[in-house]
């Protein structure tokens, strides 16, 4: 179940203590990285394909300097990402459709774009669709003796995937259409100024569920599990991802781009805006949100799981809520342990449903 | 320019005599336009399905108003819809049953229109025959063409294997060439018994 | 295409919107002070070798080490390696085993035959160093490698000093101990041995530009402790020493050592191996309080060596009766007697109580000042009263160890050196220290220590094989990539990666990165990600 | 070759005869017959190659036409009514990104209440879309008007909507001339996309756009419709020259040239209006018929230059915008501003109300006698709607008006008219 870095990364350290030195251990198994290890974006000990695409000054950069996303933007870093790895996998053969949103906004306003990839943006709530007909194009034009490699992508935020987009978006799984459909979730409408979507976490204030009254925040009971739906699709495959986990997300979009038919991807990427959380935090604070359990990160293929992230250092919740002005209220004068337990116990029961922790 | 109208239910094929009434004048060189009463109704539903012919181009879209032709597919909607509504006073009346106009209770139909120019026939016994099922458009068709003589048998069988496949369409036809042989039947008597 | 107004637009074309004017802080890189490299009293710079180690490199680990210290053999036995103690890893989950590595290579360095290139040009000075103990040799090695012709006198037969004739061969193997000293000889070093220097300033005299005084402190003290003629009372600097001799000495088979420094524990643990039954340490304060290593401790007690704690002796009597007075720790923790008394029988008695330096050949020395009984340096310089005589080791106010002394040997070599050529070294500026916060250790995968291998109880106290083993290379690698590379870039492209503005240009291998401030909005992702803390944000100019 | 086949198979086949490379199909009544003879054509490898995609929705129909067509292929659809609202966003969106789309709109009612009859409130709805609206007289002008809609669109990279009458033509079966693949093939190139999402020149198609050119696009788009008024008729000449059918075009003239009054009708019911016109003229009026097959553009010069004899014009039209009158009535008199002439509104046949030749005779003698109100509802039920409204000044909650409608009326099943 565990997700496998490389082999090369697998090897466990040798053990160093015998009863008579003479017989010391000569470990046969290839070194692990113990430095550089296996989180950091590179690694000069490791052999260049075995680095991350992001660690190599040959990526695409999809989405290019210049944009106009805020300081600490996880979602222009979670695009560039997984784009770029797309790119890697398969040879500068993507083709993008992007869904409203703040992705959109900060990246094409005219008369620039920092896309450098081919891109387009129709509306809100059919990214999906459009990278349907896309991938429908594509057939027909191979079929008439054109280029047979190229693939599709369609991207949106939370808002354009899991409320407005979501229609088109199981329509496109359920015909099994060639396309990778990647959610860029920063769990609320941060473009129009951080209201509450689907995917907004419980007791989060935003805009539209402001912190005031018995139940602060967005309610408890209400939002969408958006990957356990795709998986209900039985589509080939289906990966959540965060910013924070590099090598796990290129390694997702890898497999994606190895598969045909739908594929969804579903990346954390926070937002210092909206989750009211220090620029220079968001990798922090995706890293947080796997470590804590709120937000598993697991592969599924054909509906079944087939790998999670184990969680590495637990923590409590609260390390993960504190930071975040959005989860401010839970922590005011008396503050409110009952919801943050309730927080908590979501935390537990997403550790149990995927098996987060080593039963060692 | 002749307008016939066909009544039925839906799931008796009404449309389709009439699409088959279009395509068999069609065959014949001439210009003609069917079309259903537009709706949504479900099987068993009354439904009217409309046929112009003429020499010409056929420009009227409205539905036929004053027909020169009534056909009803089934007898069971003469009491629930005024079927003979703007029948032209020389127009033709083809009912699906093996029952005559008195029997029917339509004793006063016959005295309003050209009794020669009056029919019935059990076109459903026929299609069970030929079929095994009761859809009577293309035997009543077959009908229609020996009481007008507007259109062919030949014309009425193109029609008939042009809208079915081969196995039903022979049994069509093989219904239609029954039913187009009892309304002739039926017509002569009449005369013979004016001869006497 | 001929692509529509405005709806439609080139790849790429937002490279014209310079981003860089939305930030008020700006990042930029710094090497910060790793805490191992200052803490190594001899200077080591171990975070650089390490780094070599990592990727297998070893004879360029052990060329960047023996730039500060030519006895990593050696030291990877004898060093007591407070560099581990201050090691950022120690609070992550065990410090980095740099001692065993460095041992690893310092035996690498053996096994391969690597050698210490001669000077490429002399300097035409001449350097007297007097004593070939690690002190002495390690101001030979630096003055020589600086090209300075270097003679070094040394009283005894053999060179080593204390590293000899104080540290047990169990600890440290003789012919180890040899073959780096031997080294260094190579290096076109005249060496002197059975060579006393009676008259120092007669000698300096002799043609000499400078002269490096090591001779160390050889003179055990003494306690005095009443005792009847039978009894049998010697001192473990003198055990020690006549351990290198053809006769090993006659100590019996009840052992008593007296004292608690580390010398009073190789007196012990040699005791065990010359046949003791019973070697017992009578130490006048408790464990905590003791002066000697804790490691040695341990391994001493292992061994089966006793200790009777808060103990001293007030006399010797008769076949070797020794009266034990019990005594307590007042409140500022001094032992204080309590009148209560005990006996232990001895065949036995040696005294380990510390060494005193030999001052004779310092008479009369112009400007020489001592100091409660060493000689007086200026700290910075290791230069005497006397110009152009420096000092070092244990005959200069410091701690008392080998790496201590090997580390004066290098700074005085180095102010010698500038000293000679008639100006003053300026010591370098000291970055700021890598502090534990600093770093994003989470970047950094889990690794526990690796324990070196040790000799089984049984042949340890039966023969003096070394005690200590060795990594094999896999362990070695494995332990120096655990080094986190505290305060110093170490090129894991977090930076490259995590820019959500791409500004960060990498320059390649060993060229680090830049930054690319038309774009960097100065969120400052990157310094909360860089795992070695070698990224600070600083306020724009405004 | 002739064929006696039904309206909507007929433009299937005109639509396959164009080889469209996606077809994105949900079913909405009456436009379900077209797509369904796709979707045969497509699955029985009579066409191909071409990817035929069964959506969930009218939006996610044209938002999968928007992807194809951006990325290089042919792309149709056909919807009606309330599907053509719920498709309305991406609509906009395709005009907006000027992608060539051609699609089928079944004209249609629009509820509440919800009605599947005929009229021309669907299309009407989408007037200001930004898309061509071509309208069709007769299942002949349907069939053609698709194979010039591909070569208009394209040509201009503009999307067209090719409208008929919802039933009275997708559901009639009459005489059609099919043309063969070879004609069709000779007279309509393979699509060459005037922007496309190629991996060998990447581009970012739909750019936010602020103030500062936001207009100036829009402009572009209205001057693109007025190269589209020069580019139908010759593309309907370009038709005809190899097809030898005159369909198609600006505007149709019937009896213009002498006629004191012109009635001017969009789709099926200029048939009806033409052999009532003809009836009246062998009674002696000087009548005429005015047929506009392209609504967007609007022709303004060519609708003037017909009417501009006349002394009354009767605009006869199947839409209505509630709290003013008549859609194309507005048009109409754009066209004519300035000239001195009875104008007369008159809606008809909403939610497929039956026009017939008796009710156009009666409301034409009426305005040939300037009696005639300046906005009529042809065959409206007056004793309903005055009951109605009695009802309502009487009772505060007077229930459902089509349910009181209905109940006064005493619906029966299969009506005939």
């Not at chain 1, 590495?312 to 919740?317: A, E, G």
């Not at chain 3, 032992?335 to 232990?344: A, R, S, V």
């Not at chain 4, 659809?77 to 990104?97: P, R, V």
């Not at chain 4, 309208?135 to 909507?161: G, R, T, W, Y």
Request: hydrophobic share 40%; net charge negative.
């Amino acid at each position: 179940m565990n997700h496998q870095p490389p082999s090369s990364l697998r090897s466990q350290p040798p053990e160093g203590v015998t009863d008579d030195f003479g017989a010391a251990r000569q470990s046969s198994e290839p070194i692990k990285f113990y430095q550089t290890g296996t989180f950091t974006v590179g690694n000069r000990l490791l052999a260049p394909e075995q680095r991350s695409v992001q660690a190599s000054t040959e990526r695409s950069n999809s989405l290019t300097s210049g944009h106009r996303a805020c300081q600490g933007c996880g979602e222009a870093l979670g695009a560039r990402y997984a784009i770029d790895a797309a790119m890697r996998a398969t040879n500068n053969q993507i083709i993008a459709a992007n869904a409203t949103g703040c992705l959109e906004v900060f990246s094409t306003p005219y008369p620039e774009t920092s896309w450098q990839l081919p891109w387009i943006h129709s509306l809100f709530g059919n990214a999906a669709a459009v990278g349907t007909g896309i991938a429908a194009a594509l057939k027909v034009k191979a079929a008439k003796g054109g280029r047979k490699d190229v693939r599709v992508i369609a991207q949106g935020g939370d808002g354009g995937t899991t409320d407005i987009g979501f229609g088109c978006l199981s329509g496109m799984f359920e015909r099994n259409d060639d396309v990778l459909y990647i959610c860029y979730d920063n769990e609320a409408y941060m473009n129009t100024g951080v209201q509450r979507s689907s995917a907004t976490p419980h007791a989060a204030r935003t805009a539209t569920t402001q912190a005031v009254g018995p139940n602060p925040g967005a309610e408890f009971g209400k939002g969408k599990n958006l990957p356990r739906i795709a998986m209900a699709h039985e589509i080939p495959y289906v990966a959540t991802a965060t910013v924070a986990d590099l090598h796990g997300l290129e390694a997702k979009v890898e497999r994606a781009m190895g598969l045909h038919g739908a594929r969804y991807l579903h990346i954390l990427v926070p937002c210092p805006l909206g989750w009211g959380a220090a620029s220079h935090d968001t990798i922090r604070l995706a890293r947080l949100a796997r470590e804590t359990g709120l937000f598993p990160e697991f592969e599924a293929e054909a509906g079944e799981i087939t790998a999670v992230t184990k969680i590495r250092r637990r923590v409590p919740v609260e390390d993960y809520l504190r930071p975040q002005k959005r989860f401010a209220h839970l922590f005011a004068d008396a503050g409110r342990p009952d919801l943050i337990a309730q927080i908590q116990a979501e935390a537990d029961r997403n550790i149990r449903r995927f098996g987060l922790l080593d039963e060692s | 320019m002749l307008q016939i109208r066909i009544h039925g239910r839906g799931g008796q094929g009404v449309v389709t005599a009439a699409e088959m009434l279009s395509v068999a004048a069609f065959e014949q060189g001439r210009h003609a336009q069917a079309f259903p009463s537009f709706g949504s109704e479900r099987t068993g539903a009354p439904v009217v399905a409309f046929c112009r012919i003429d020499d010409r181009e056929i420009r009227l879209r409205e539905p036929v108003l004053a027909p020169d032709v009534l056909i009803v597919q089934d007898p069971t909607l003469l009491h629930q819809v005024d079927v003979f509504q703007g029948l032209q006073p020389d127009g033709y009346v083809l009912i699906n049953t093996s029952r005559s106009f008195d029997e029917l209770g339509l004793g006063e139909i016959t005295t309003r229109f050209r009794r020669d120019r009056l029919a019935t026939v059990a076109a459903s016994e026929i299609a069970m025959k030929h079929l095994g099922r009761p859809l009577p458009n293309a035997a009543l068709l077959g009908g229609f063409a020996a009481l007008s003589g507007l259109i062919t048998l030949d014309a009425v069988a193109h029609a008939i294997r042009h809208t079915f496949a081969a196995k039903l369409a022979e049994a069509n036809v093989a219904a239609a060439t029954d039913a187009f042989a009892s309304v002739r039947d039926e017509l002569k008597e009449p005369t013979h018994a004016q001869a006497d | 295409m001929s692509k529509p107004f405005a709806i439609t637009l080139d790849p790429g074309s937002s490279l014209a919107n310079k981003t860089g004017s939305w930030r008020s802080q700006r990042p930029v890189y710094v090497d910060r002070l790793p805490p191992c490299n200052a803490q190594c009293p001899a200077g080591e710079d171990i975070q650089g070798w390490l780094y070599h180690a990592e990727s297998g490199n070893y004879e360029a680990a052990w060329r960047h080490l023996v730039r500060d210290n030519p006895f990593p053999a050696i030291m990877g036995r004898v060093c007591y390696h407070s560099c581990e103690g201050v090691c950022n890893r120690g609070q992550l989950d065990a410090a980095v085993g740099i001692n065993s590595v460095e041992r690893f290579l310092g035996d690498e360095a053996l096994r391969r035959g690597w050698r210490f290139e001669p000077p490429t040009t002399e300097s035409g000075t001449h350097v007297l160093v007097i004593g070939a103990g690690p002190s002495g040799m390690s101001a030979a090695y630096h003055l020589r490698r600086a090209g300075h012709r270097v003679t070094v006198k040394e009283a005894g037969p053999l060179m080593g000093g204390m590293m000899r004739f104080g540290i047990p061969q169990y600890r440290l193997p003789r012919d180890v101990l040899e073959a780096e000293l031997q080294r260094i000889v190579e290096m076109g070093v005249q060496l002197q041995l059975n060579c006393k220097v009676a008259d120092l300033t007669a000698e300096m005299l002799q043609g000499y530009d400078a002269t490096f005084l090591a001779v160390g402190a050889h003179i055990a003290k003494r306690a005095f402790i009443p005792a009847k003629d039978s009894s049998r009372i010697l001192d473990a600097v003198s055990v020690l020493r006549s351990m290198e001799g053809e006769d090993k000495p006659m100590l019996g088979r009840r052992v008593v050592v007296y004292g608690g420094g580390n010398t009073a524990i190789d007196m012990a643990r040699t005791a065990k191996r010359l046949g003791a039954t019973e070697a017992v340490i009578v130490y006048r304060r408790t464990r905590e309080k003791m002066p000697a290593h804790d490691f040695e401790v341990e391994e001493a007690l292992q061994e089966g060596v006793m200790v009777k704690w808060l103990s001293t002796i007030r006399q010797a009597g008769e076949d070797g009766e020794l009266t034990i007075e019990k005594m307590t720790l007042d409140a500022d923790g001094k032992p204080q007697p309590t009148g209560e008394f005990e006996t232990l029988q001895s065949d036995s008695l040696v005294l380990a109580l510390g060494q005193d330096v030999d001052l004779s050949l310092l008479h009369g020395v112009p400007g020489l000042v001592l100091d409660d009984g060493v000689v007086k340096v200026d700290p910075a310089t290791l230069m005497t009263g006397c110009p152009g005589l420096f000092a070092g080791g244990d005959m200069v106010p410091a701690e008392r160890n080998v790496t201590v002394a090997v580390g004066h040997g290098k700074k005085a070599a180095r102010h010698i050196d500038a000293w000679l050529r008639g100006d003053v070294r300026a010591p370098a500026p000291k970055h700021a220290m890598a502090r534990f916060e600093q770093l994003n250790t989470w970047y950094y995968s889990d690794a526990p220590k690796t324990m070196r291998p040790q000799l089984d109880l049984a042949r340890r106290t039966s023969s003096f094989d070394e005690v200590q083993g060795g990594l094999t290379e896999d362990n070695a690698l494995f332990e120096a990539r655990r080094c986190l590379s505290c305060g110093n870039c170490f090129e894991c492209d977090n930076c490259y990666g995590v820019c959500p503005d791409n500004a960060v240009i990498k320059l390649g291998p060993g060229k680090r990165f830049e930054f690319n401030y038309d774009y960097c909005k100065g969120c400052g992702i990157c310094v909360a990600e860089c795992p070695c803390g070698a990224i600070e944000m600083v306020a724009e100019q405004v | 070759m002739l064929r006696q086949i039904e309206g909507s198979v007929a433009v299937a086949e005109a639509v396959a005869l164009a080889r469209p490379e996606v077809i994105c199909a949900y079913p909405i009544s009456p436009q379900t017959h077209i797509v369904e003879g796709l979707g045969r054509l497509v699955k029985s490898g009579a066409l191909q190659p071409c990817e035929f995609i069964n959506v969930e929705s009218e939006f996610a129909a044209m938002s999968v036409a928007i992807g194809a067509s951006a990325a290089g292929a042919r792309a149709y659809t056909a919807t009606a009514s309330q599907g053509l609202l719920f498709m309305a966003e991406a609509i906009y969106n395709a005009s907006g990104l000027g992608l060539p789309i051609v699609m089928t709109v079944a004209n249609r009612a629009i509820g509440a209440p919800i009605n599947i009859w005929n009229d021309h409130s669907d299309s009407m709805s989408q007037r200001d879309c930004g898309w061509i609206q071509l309208f069709a007289a007769h299942n002949q002008e349907a069939l053609d008007l698709h194979i010039q809609a591909f070569k208009l669109a394209e040509e201009l990279s503009m999307p067209v909507m090719v409208c008929m009458d919802g039933f009275i033509l997708t559901h009639a079966v009459e005489r059609v001339d099919m043309p063969t693949q070879q004609q069709v093939d000779a007279f309509l190139p393979p699509y060459e996309p005037r922007q496309v999402l190629d991996t060998a020149d990447p581009v970012s198609i739909g750019a936010m756009v602020g103030p500062e050119a936001f207009m100036e696009v829009r402009y572009l788009a209205h001057a693109k419709q007025q190269m589209a008024l020069e580019r139908i008729p010759q593309i309907a000449d370009e038709f005809e020259a190899r097809f030898g059918r005159n369909t198609g075009g600006l505007v149709r003239a019937y009896h213009c040239e002498d006629a004191e009054t012109i009635v001017v009708a969009l789709g099926s019911v200029i048939g009806t209006l033409r052999d009532t016109v003809e009836d009246l003229r062998a009674g002696g009026m000087k009548i005429g018929v005015l047929g506009i097959q392209s609504f967007r553009p609007f022709p303004l010069a060519a609708v003037r230059a017909a009417l501009q004899g006349a002394r009354r014009v009767v605009v006869l039209e199947k839409s209505f915008s509630v709290g003013l009158g008549g859609v194309v009535s507005t048009d109409v008199r754009l066209a004519l501003s300035g000239l001195q002439l009875h104008g007369y509104t008159v809606v008809a046949g909403l939610g497929g109300r039956a026009i017939t030749k008796a009710s156009l005779a009666r409301m034409l003698h009426e305005a040939v006698a300037d009696k005639l109100e300046p906005l009529t509802f042809l065959d409206l039920d007056w004793g309903i709607v005055n009951r109605q409204l009695a009802r309502e000044a009487s009772v505060r909650r007077s229930g459902p008006i089509a349910e009181n409608l209905l109940r006064d009326v005493g619906t029966v099943a299969s009506k005939v008219n």
